[in-house]
């Protein structure tokens, strides 16, 4: 049984926040961080106002006027690309009264008109006019009002946006992470491209359940999905190779981002993509990059705080290959509304037997697939439990102590050049929870009061 706290609301929250940081290596938590309404409201500020965001992927923005609806947070932003093809996060609001000027989710235009009073801004950010300029706005001058707009870089055509105005590149954001993005979404010469609008739904959990779920975790798969395995009768795939899973895992941590991933022996594997793919391989993809993506089966990952991503062939026959990137977007405490891109190589995007194998795969995770219904019904379970005063005034702690000194001797460092520059385990999917460490600590160290411009 955990000991009594003193319970103090004015420093309640440092309190926590410190304490996280200072039990991360041990394996230990409170779990009151999971769901708490005042930690809600930091992470709103220290999070998701400090740190790179995913907004979406550059396919969706292929002609001059496309934009789509995103958010940083809670905060609305419009991605669009400008007449001159310079790609832009604009806050939706007014530089008036700061209404809302965008009333769809995506679309093209060349400008964004005010429905409050008709101010309206060109595609790039720069005030174009208002009703009766001359009359009511004699002495403005124009040039100096423009949308707000965030920090947007991209990588291997992935958009990310930022809040704040200093801090690190998005590259130095990600790291050594680079380095597995490049065999996920730099694969072919062509690259990826998003397949459709993407999906979203809302559930009642908190974001940071499901980004840990998908930074590395296929322990739970052996409880939580057991049912939706032993399904028979389908074919398997490339999973039928491995005769044994956690042998076949692996789990790559960086200071800051995760993955996990399955190796078959086959070098010619390549996620059950067709045999072509191999003959459009981008060149820049270093030797140990096309090996491990040829040998590859599955990955999935996170990188901090809230885009996870996907890409292989499901197991149990259900579809695939395909590539998802998911958004978990902060709705509250307690809530979350998650978005769902599908996208695929370039290359096959006119393949008509591919396309339908792939998006079986996308679909078997979705609120109506095989397996998103186990998953929610388990974090919408924890975030209740989690938000629990009991574990507040109790100082209740989680475990996370998995490949921790002598906890499991199964978990085994990998020291070659084939699996990157990330600290990789053996086995680590099922016996090791580094993934589910580094994204704590990566939280804290954005959580705390100095952490300002660490991100």
């Known amino acids: 049984m955990s000991k009594p706290r003193n319970f103090d609301e004015s420093d309640n929250i440092s309190e926590i926040i410190e304490q996280t940081g200072a039990e991360i290596e041990t394996g230990r938590y409170p779990l009151a961080i999971t769901n708490n309404r005042d930690l809600y409201e930091l992470e709103r500020r220290r999070i998701f106002g400090r ?38 996060a604009f806050l939706d609001s007014c530089m008036h009264r700061g209404a809302q000027f965008c009333t769809a989710e995506n679309g093209n235009t060349s400008h964004f008109r005010c429905p409050y009073h008709g101010w309206t801004y060109k595609n790039d950010g ?108 389908l074919a398997r795939g490339p999973w039928e190779e491995l005769d044994d899973f956690p042998a076949a895992s692996y789990l790559a941590c960086t200071d800051r981002h995760s993955m996990g991933y399955y190796l078959s022996a086959d070098a010619d594997t390549y996620m059950g993509y067709p045999d072509e793919i191999a003959d459009h391989l981008d060149d820049d993809l270093t030797a140990e990059q096309r090996e491990l993506f040829g040998r590859s089966v599955f990955h999935f990952g996170t990188v901090f705080p809230n885009m996870s991503i996907i890409h292989g062939i499901q197991s149990g026959g259900w579809g695939g290959p395909w590539a998802c990137i998911r958004k978990w977007n902060p709705r509250g405490p307690g809530t979350t509304e998650t978005t769902s891109w599908w996208l695929i190589p370039r290359e096959f995007a006119d393949d008509e037997s591919f396309l339908e194998d792939s998006h079986r795969g996308w679909e078997s995770l979705s609120p109506g697939g095989a397996f998103e219904s186990d998953d929610l019904t388990i974090w919408e379970g924890i975030s209740e439990s989690s938000g629990a005063v009991t574990h507040e005034l109790r100082d209740t702690h989680g475990n996370m102590q998995q490949g921790i000194g002598a906890m499991t001797d199964e978990v085994e460092p990998i020291d070659d050049p084939l699996h990157g520059p990330a600290e990789v385990t053996s086995k680590g999917l099922y016996f090791d929870e580094r993934n589910s460490r580094t994204m704590l600590r990566s939280w804290y160290e954005l959580m705390r009061e100095d952490g300002e411009g660490s991100a």
């Open 51 to 88: 740190a790179w965001i995913y907004l979406g992927h550059v396919s969706e923005f292929a002609e001059p006027g496309d934009y789509a609806r995103r958010y940083i947070g809670e905060d609305p932003f419009i991605v669009t690309r400008d007449e001159t093809g310079d790609l832009h």
């Open 126 to 233: 720069s005030l174009q006019g208002m009703p009766h300029m001359a009359e009511a706005y004699q002495d403005l001058d124009e040039e100096e009002i423009s949308l707000e707009e965030a920090e947007l870089d991209t990588y291997q055509g992935l958009v990310f946006g930022r809040i704040a105005e200093e801090g690190p590149d998005l590259e130095a954001y990600l790291g050594d992470f680079t380095w597995y993005l490049d065999v996920l979404f730099g694969t072919t010469e062509a690259g990826m491209t998003v397949v459709g609008e993407p999906h979203r739904w809302e559930s009642d959990h908190d974001w940071k359940i499901s980004a840990d779920n998908f930074s590395g975790d296929s322990y739970h798969v052996l409880t939580t999905h057991q049912a939706g395995l032993e399904t028979e009768n």
